[in-house]
C-alpha cells in the first residue's frame, strides 16, 4: 500500500472545520491558530497533521480536550479520517490574532 498526499479540496474541506472550531467561543481563548495542515490518504485513510497555537497558561488537561475536539470536528467532516497529530506551539495571544 502507497500513501499520497490528500488532493486540494480535501485539504480546504479540513481547514474550513478547524476555522469553525477556532471562532468556537468556548475555545477562543485556548484555540489561537492552527497553521501547517497536512493530509496523507493511505488507501483509504486519511492521516492529518497540523500545528496549533495555544497560550502558554493551558494546562496539559485542557491541551488533551483541545486535541479530542480537533479530532472529532475533523472526523465529522471527513469519515475517513483515521488519525490526528497535532503539534502544540505555545504563542502569545497577540501572535494568534
Known amino acids: 500500500m502507497t500513501d499520497a498526499s490528500a488532493p486540494e479540496p480535501v485539504l480546504r474541506s479540513l481547514s474550513s472545520s478547524l476555522d469553525r472550531l477556532c471562532e468556537d467561543p468556548d475555545l477562543k481563548s485556548s484555540f489561537l491558530h492552527a497553521r501547517?495542515?497536512?493530509?496523507?490518504?493511505?488507501g483509504s485513510q486519511?492521516?492529518?497533521d497540523l500545528?496549533?497555537?495555544?497560550?502558554g497558561t493551558l494546562t496539559a488537561f485542557e491541551s488533551s480536550r483541545l486535541e479530542e475536539r480537533i479530532f472529532?470536528?475533523?472526523?465529522?467532516?471527513?469519515?475517513?479520517?483515521?488519525?490526528?497529530?497535532?503539534?502544540?506551539e505555545v504563542v502569545s495571544e497577540k501572535e494568534g490574532e
Open 36 to 42: 501547517g495542515l497536512r493530509a496523507r490518504r493511505a
Open 46 to 48: 486519511l492521516f492529518v
Open 51 to 55: 500545528h496549533v497555537g495555544v497560550p
Open 72 to 88: 472529532a470536528a475533523l472526523k465529522a467532516e471527513r469519515k475517513d479520517v483515521k488519525e490526528v497529530h497535532v503539534q502544540f
